[in-house]
């Protein structure tokens, strides 16, 4: 399984997911057809479906051109989500193959979008699994609450994508690292994982380089969002014993928030 990140717009991800056997590919929010073509003939392989997070149109908006130039190309996304160009609905607990080897998961994790859907994808034995976030969650971050609630994006984050195995690579939508970890270090100035990472990603950025991808274990070290279960985080905003509300809390203060 080999994955390619696709910088499009201004600091959106498209991925391609490889299948190395067969030279069968997959896009995840293919919102700049054009580069994903160009990728497609350098990789020498056959696109075979369109993976979408959700309906935003700097995720979606590039599904009908696709269409157009792959015909008969199924395009996947969320059931209650409208989707643009959408083929064939998902729900929580599809499943989807891809080539010889890769197995695509879909799990719904509304809150940013009612029916946005995140897809954990894994191949043979030996390679790490990844999992494609769309806005869902972020390096250190996540989406706002366009469409849905606190409650929703706890069970989101918390329960559905952080009982991920661990070693789980996380692929998100946008590049906004830096400033997440800038913001997540005014919720633990105390917390060194934190510190590393924002030095690490400054650097990246400094040479032009993604911060992609992260996993469900430093997620679980340095994102405040998907830290809400611990005590002393609850406690730094004044929630104890509410991982909801401390998870709203946090939520309000990075809508607020200038860097």
């Known amino acids: 399984m080999k994955i390619l990140h696709i910088p499009c717009l201004e600091d959106n991800y498209a991925y391609m997911i490889i299948d190395e056997t067969t030279k069968d590919a997959a896009v995840v929010d293919p919102v700049e057809p054009h580069k994903i073509f160009r990728v497609a003939e ?3 392989v056959h696109l075979k479906f369109v993976l979408t997070t959700h309906h935003h149109w700097d995720h979606a908006g590039g599904n009908d051109k696709i269409k157009e130039l792959v015909p008969g190309i199924k395009v996947y996304g969320g059931s209650v989500d409208n989707v643009r160009g959408c083929t064939d609905k998902v729900e929580n607990g599809d499943k989807i193959s891809l080539g010889a080897d890769i ?12 029916g946005h859907i995140s897809y954990y994808v894994t191949g043979k034995d030996g390679v790490d699994p990844a999992v494609f976030t769309g806005d869902t969650l972020f390096i250190a971050g996540c989406g706002k609450f366009f469409e849905g609630t606190a409650e929703q994006m706890y ?4 329960v559905t994508l952080g009982s991920l195995p661990k070693p789980t690579r996380v692929f998100c939508g946008h590049e906004y690292t830096v400033k997440n970890l800038q913001f997540a270090s005014t919720i633990e100035p105390d917390n060194e994982k934190i510190r590393e ?6 650097q990246q950025r400094r040479a032009g380089l993604a911060t992609i991808p992260s996993t ?8 405040p969002f998907m830290r809400v279960d611990l005590p002393e985080v609850q406690e730094k905003v004044g929630f104890k014993s509410s991982p909801v509300e401390a998870l709203r809390e946090i939520r309000q203060r990075k809508d607020n928030w200038k860097a």
């Not at 069970?155 to 918390?158: A, E, K, N, V």
């Open 42 to 44: 350098e990789e020498g």
């Open 197 to 202: 990472k924002l030095s690490w990603a400054e």
């Open 216 to 223: 469900i274990e430093e997620e679980l070290e340095i994102n």
């Open 155 to 158: 069970q989101s984050l918390c």
């Open 103 to 114: 197995n695509v998961l879909s799990l719904h994790t509304p809150c940013h979008t009612k």
